[in-house]
């Protein structure tokens, strides 16, 4: 069963009061996948992390529990969820642990190097605007 496009454009860019809702969906309904990328990463305590699509920063906070280095950042385009993530993960932010960006992939703030792994995952939503 297809998901209605209306959803479906809120997975890739949640917006409004809808995408407050969709952020709280997409912890629960994407925890498994993320897991897997995490696992998958072999990270190791000296590991500097980046995540493409932050959106909700539970998969972040893990790694961030894994790997000691840090700051681990996240990235994701839209306001609602990073708004969502800043208040959710106050605390590691404040440590120094994390760091959030709005913004898009296509120009990172980061300098070349900052990163010895990196991630996406639930990031192409293919024939959507």
Known sequence: ????????????????????????????????????????????????????????????????GLASRGPHCGVDFSPVMHRHVSRRHRNLAREGRLAFHLGGSERLPYPDRTFDKAYAVHTVYAGLP
Do not use: F, Y
């Open 1 to 64: 069963m297809r998901k209605p496009l209306l959803i479906a454009k809120q997975g890739r860019c949640p917006t409004g009061l809808l995408g407050k809702l969709v952020a709280h969906v997409m912890a629960t309904q994407t925890a498994a996948e993320n897991d897997i990328v995490l696992g998958l990463l072999h990270l190791d305590p000296a590991d500097c992390v980046l995540e493409i699509g932050s959106g909700h920063g539970n998969t972040l906070a893990k790694v961030a």
